[in-house]
């Protein structure tokens, strides 16, 4: 490949899922490949062993991954939570580990409780006790 000028962010754009190569074969399957553990093809240290819509998508440890003897996780359980209370519920009951959603409310309470987290978030201030706003 053959840019026309210096693209500094060249890299990280790459680096999107929509880069990934897809097998050729793939796209004469249909609707619905990347659900079916059976078409869906992985080249990453997981792959697809079972996807609920709306429920759950169970990722096993890839055999054929090129370093799979140092993936120490014998999979991840990722679940559709759409609601941010029951989001953090789950989260401090110890019931999922990561979670991108809270409630706005809960912000300025969780913080503090985050391991790594700094006295307060660097990048925002509170304006009110939902809001977060940035500081740049």
């Avoid at 009951?93 to 309470?109: D, F, H, M």
Wanted: with cysteine; charged share 15%; net charge negative.
């Amino acid at each position: 490949m053959e840019l026309k000028q210096p693209t500094a962010y060249f890299l990280n754009l790459v680096s999107w899922f929509t880069y990934m190569p897809c097998r050729e074969d793939m796209s004469s399957t249909g609707e619905g490949w990347e659900k079916d553990p059976a078409k869906c093809v992985s080249n990453g240290a997981f792959m697809l062993e079972e996807y609920k819509v709306g429920s759950h998508i169970l990722l096993k440890k890839n055999p054929n991954f090129w370093n799979a003897d140092n993936v120490n996780l014998a999979g991840v359980r990722i679940l559709f939570i759409s609601d941010a209370t029951t989001s953090l519920q789950g989260y401090e009951a110890g019931e999922i580990n990561v979670t991108s959603i809270l409630p706005g409310a809960e912000i300025p309470a969780c913080w503090p409780r985050i391991p790594t987290s700094p006295a307060s978030p660097p990048w925002a201030t509170a304006t009110s006790s939902s809001t977060w706003t940035p500081t740049w």
